[in-house]
């Protein structure tokens, strides 16, 4: 007869560590662990679980998705973890059963007496600012200063947000700029026609809401709304930045 190995007594130490790891003491403990998962569910129990969604057609166990309501509840969609959700802002119960316009006109009202910015902004017009962004991610824009000439501001897309700095805090630091204004854009209700924009300004930094707004102002020119002039300058300064003229940039930051 021929001498057949013993398979148990010579990987013994694997099973034993392999039992710890399983949390239990012994291999005869773990042989019973194994044993009992590999036990079939009952005809009765797998029929009331493939009811429920818990169990597949090829008898694995499955994790039942989690039933989505159907009024928009929270708004985390491509944002930081540590920017306000859109339920964080206002209450949802305000817009949810709205139409478009009444979004807007109630986001816009809401806004009114605080010291941030806001915008409602069409579907296919933010979708249009996306696209260009996508490729021209970052710009200088020229901002008035009353007796002192103008302040170039730096910006920057970060998916659906824009952080606008000073052009002397963004070459002094770098990645580590601080954000004078950051506008933060909503997409909970994009499907019926209308993205939130709400623009939170550092007044720290010696920049208040009428300098943010006409920051915001100049940005969709630059990217939406301002022609041929100004996208041209915008692709330079992205594509080819040893050719962009400053002195172009102001003349056209002029024609608003």
């Not at 990987?11 to 403990?29: F, H, I, W």
């Not at 817009?95 to 296919?124: F, M, R, V």
């Not at 070459?171 to 623009?199: C, E, W």
Request: hydrophobic letters at 35%; a neutral charge.
């Amino acid at each position: 007869m021929s001498h057949v190995p013993d398979y148990e007594a010579k990987y013994r130490d694997k099973l034993v560590q392999k039992a710890r790891e399983k949390g239990v003491d012994t291999v005869e403990q773990l042989k019973q662990q194994i044993k009992e998962a590999q036990r079939p569910v009952p005809a009765t129990k797998a029929a009331d679980l493939k009811r429920s969604g818990s169990i597949a057609d090829n008898g694995k166990t499955v994790e039942k998705p989690e039933q989505k309501p159907d009024r928009v509840k929270r708004s985390s969609q491509n944002l930081p973890p540590d920017v306000k959700s859109l339920d964080q802002v206002m209450k949802l119960d305000m817009l949810n059963d709205k139409t478009c316009d009444e979004i807007g006109e109630i986001w816009t009202q809401y806004h009114a007496n605080k010291d941030t910015i806001s915008a409602a902004i069409p579907t296919a017009t933010y979708q249009q600012l996306l696209q260009v962004a996508r490729k021209n991610p970052i710009f200088v824009l020229p901002l008035p200063r009353e007796g002192q000439g103008v302040e170039f501001y730096f910006l920057q897309f970060d998916y659906h947000q824009v952080h606008f700095t000073s052009l002397i805090e963004y070459k002094t630091n770098q990645s580590n700029a601080r954000p004078f204004l950051t506008l933060t854009h909503y997409t909970d209700f994009i499907d019926r026609g209308v993205v939130l924009m709400r623009g939170e300004v550092d007044s720290k930094n010696m920049l208040n809401v009428q300098a943010a707004q006409l920051l915001s102002l100049l940005m969709q020119q630059f990217y939406i709304t301002g022609g041929e002039e100004k996208r041209k300058l915008l692709e330079t300064f992205n594509q080819r930045p040893d050719e962009f003229d400053y002195r172009e940039l102001l003349e056209a930051a002029e024609k608003i």
